[in-house]
Structures are given as C-alpha cells and as structure tokens.
C-alpha cells in the first residue's frame, strides 16, 4: 500500500511537469502549420500559466488509475507465471507480464484519457474547458457513445504495452542486477 502510495504522489509531482508539455504537443499536432514556441508563447498570452496546465487535474485522475491497475496486475501475472513454473520468472517473463499489465490498464482508462484530451484541446472559455472530467465523459457519450469513449484504444494499448514491456522488463533485470551486487558486497 504505501508503494502505492508513493507512486501517486510521485505522478502528482511529474504531472506538473508532463501536463504543459503534453498541451503544447497536442495543440502542435492539431495546428501543425504552427511552431511550438509560438504555441507556448500563445498559451500563455491568451489563458495565462493556468492555460499551460489545464487537464491537470483529469492527467492525475488518468494516472492514479491506470498505476492502480497496472502494477498490482503485473505483480500478480508475474506470481502466476512464477507459481506455473516452479520458479520466479526471468526478466524477460517480467517484461511479458508489463506488456499485459500495461496494455489492460490503458484499455480500461482510455475513457479517462479521451476526456483528458478533450479538456486539453478545448476552446478556451468552453465548458470543456474548465475542466470537469465527469461533463466531459457525458459530453463524449452523448455524442459518440461507447465508441466515441474508447477513442484510440489500440493504439493507445500498443505504446503502452510496448513501453510497459521495456520498462518493467528493464525494471526487474536492474533489480535482480542490484539484489546480485548486494549479495556480493561485505
């Protein structure tokens, strides 16, 4: 529990660092003829430094979830696999099991992370904008239904797989290295 705890406090925190630079991405990528500065600079004139963090709080609304999901679920796969075969499982099992735990934790926050979306690119002054996490769930269901909340899901499950796949797996070979290193040394 308090690893969990830890990990939430630590999104929170890499979260007002992620957050503007994950509104300045998504405007360039919808505004391609724009330049980045400029789109900072834009921000910035026009909805001031809360401009630069608004979905702050629908980014840690994603997060917390999804590391909810994603590290129990990995060290449970990784306890079956172990239990299934007798013996704890190599890194690259870990990685396997982080590609799984990862891929199932963003299907089921991918609502999360349309509604984050959605308040990050919103006209500035809409009610989208402000915020509300909940009114633009609703807002996306009324208009485009289950599909429309599953927006980009497996695309968004195969980066995150991916990148589950490469850090857990390179998580659990640094620790099995470090736990070795530690044995060894007076």
């Known amino acids: 529990m308090k690893h969990m705890l830890a990990a939430s406090a630590g999104e929170v925190v890499a979260c007002l660092i992620r957050v503007p630079s ?3 991405k998504q405007r360039a990528q919808v505004s391609a003829s724009t330049r980045t500065f400029q789109i900072f600079s834009n921000i910035l004139y026009e909805e001031g430094i809360q401009g630069l ?3 702050y709080k629908s980014t840690i609304l994603r997060e917390i ?3 909810l999901v994603q590290f129990p679920l990995w060290e449970s ?3 079956l696999w172990s239990w299934r075969q007798d013996h704890v499982v190599d890194s690259w099992q870990s990685a396997v099991c982080g590609a ?3 891929g199932f934790a963003a299907a089921v926050t991918t609502p999360l992370d349309v509604a984050k ?3 990050m690119l919103a006209k500035a002054g809409s009610s989208t904008a402000d915020g509300n ?3 633009a769930l609703h807002g996306v269901w009324r208009s485009q239904g289950l599909a429309g909340l599953f927006a980009g899901v497996f695309p968004r499950m195969a980066a995150i797989s ?3 796949f490469i850090f857990l797996g390179a998580y659990d070979r640094t620790h099995s290295l470090l736990l070795e290193v530690g044995r060894k040394s007076p």
């Open 22 to 24: 994950e509104v300045v």
């Open 133 to 135: 996490v909940l009114s």
């Open 53 to 55: 963090y608004r979905g």
């Open 77 to 79: 796969l990784k306890a």
């Open 65 to 67: 979830p999804f590391s």
């Open 100 to 102: 799984f735990a990862g």
């Open 162 to 164: 991916l990148g589950g």
């Open 117 to 119: 979306t959605r308040i």
